[in-house]
C-alpha cells in the first residue's frame, strides 16, 4: 500500500512539473546551471572510466581466445559490442545514479529542511517546477553525449589495450570494429540513455522533495534515492532491450 501511495505522489509530482515556467529567463539560467552541475561535471568520471573498462574488455576477451583458430578481430567486435548495447549506456547510468541521484536528493532535500522550499511557494511559485524541470531538461539532454563519449573511449581504450600489452594487432582490432556495424544498435543506446536521463533526475528529485525530519534524514532520503533509481534502471532497461531489440 505504501509503494501505491508513493507512485501517485511521483505522477503528481510529475503533473506540477510539466507545467510552464513563469519566467523564461530565470528558466534558462536554471537549466545552464543544471547542465554545469549534473552534466558538464560527470565528463571526466565518465571519461576516466569508459577508457579503462573499454581496455579491460578487450584485455579479458583477448585472453580467452587462445584457440587460433577464432579469429582475432571478434576482439574488436566484442569491445564495441559491450561498450554499445551495456555498458555506454547502462553501466554509466547507474554510475550516474549514485553521483547525481545523491546530488539531486540531498540539494532538494536540504532544501525542504531549511524551509527553503515553503519560501518559495509563498511567493507564489511552482517549487517543483522551478526545481525539477531543469534537471530533466537537463539530463535528458546532455546524457546522450555523454553516452557517446563513453562509447567512443572505450572502443579507444580496447585499442591502447592491445598497443600496450602486445596481445591482439592493431589491425584485427580495427576490422572488429568494422564488422556487422549496426547504427541501430546506437540508437537503442540512446533511446535508453534518454529513459534513464529522465529516471535519474525525477526519482531523486522525489526522495528529496518529500522528505520529512531533520538533516539526519537527508543523508536516508539520498540513500534511498539511488538505490531506487538504480533499481528502477535495472528493470526499465530489461523491458526497453525487450522492446527495441527483440
Known amino acids: 500500500m505504501t509503494y501505491i501511495k508513493s507512485v501517485g505522489a511521483y505522477v503528481i509530482m510529475l503533473k506540477s512539473v510539466f507545467r510552464r515556467p ?19 561535471k560527470s565528463v571526466g568520471i565518465v571519461a576516466f572510466i569508459s577508457f579503462f573498462i573499454g581496455g579491460v574488455v578487450a584485455i579479458q576477451t583477448a585472453l580467452n581466445l587462445e584457440d587460433p583458430i577464432i ?19 547502462t553501466f ?15 540539494s532538494i532535500g536540504t532544501m525542504r529542511v531549511t524551509e527553503q522550499i515553503d519560501a518559495l511557494e509563498v511567493m507564489g511559485i511552482n517549487s517543483l517546477n522551478y526545481l525539477v524541470l531543469p534537471k530533466i531538461i537537463a539530463t535528458v539532454f546532455f546524457y546522450p553525449f555523454l553516452v557517446l563519449l563513453a562509447m567512443t573511449l572505450g572502443i579507444l581504450g580496447g585499442w591502447i589495450a592491445g598497443v600496450v600489452t602486445g596481445l591482439f594487432e592493431q589491425y584485427d582490432y580495427i576490422a572488429g570494429i568494422r564488422m556487422d556495424f549496426k547504427p541501430s544498435l546506437i540508437s537503442y543506446s540512446l533511446i535508453k540513455s534518454t529513459v534513464f536521463a529522465f529516471l535519474i533526475a525525477t526519482i531523486p528529485s522525489y526522495f528529496g522533495y518529500y522528505l520529512k525530519g531533520g ?10 534515492a539511488v538505490v531506487w533509481t538504480i533499481v528502477m534502471i535495472i528493470i526499465t532497461n530489461y523491458f526497453l532491450t525487450q522492446m527495441l531489440l527483440s
Open 22 to 40: 513563469q519566467k523564461a529567463k530565470i528558466f534558462k539560467d536554471a537549466v545552464f546551471r543544471e547542465i554545469d552541475d549534473l552534466g558538464v
Open 71 to 89: 579469429p582475432k578481430d571478434l576482439i574488436g567486435f566484442a569491445t564495441k559490442r559491450s561498450m554499445i548495447l551495456e555498458f555506454s549506456s
Open 92 to 106: 554509466i547510468m547507474v554510475i550516474l545514479a549514485g553521483k547525481v541521484g545523491s546530488y539531486i536528493t540531498s
Open 215 to 224: 538533516s539526519l534524514e537527508v543523508g536516508r532520503a539520498s540513500t534511498k
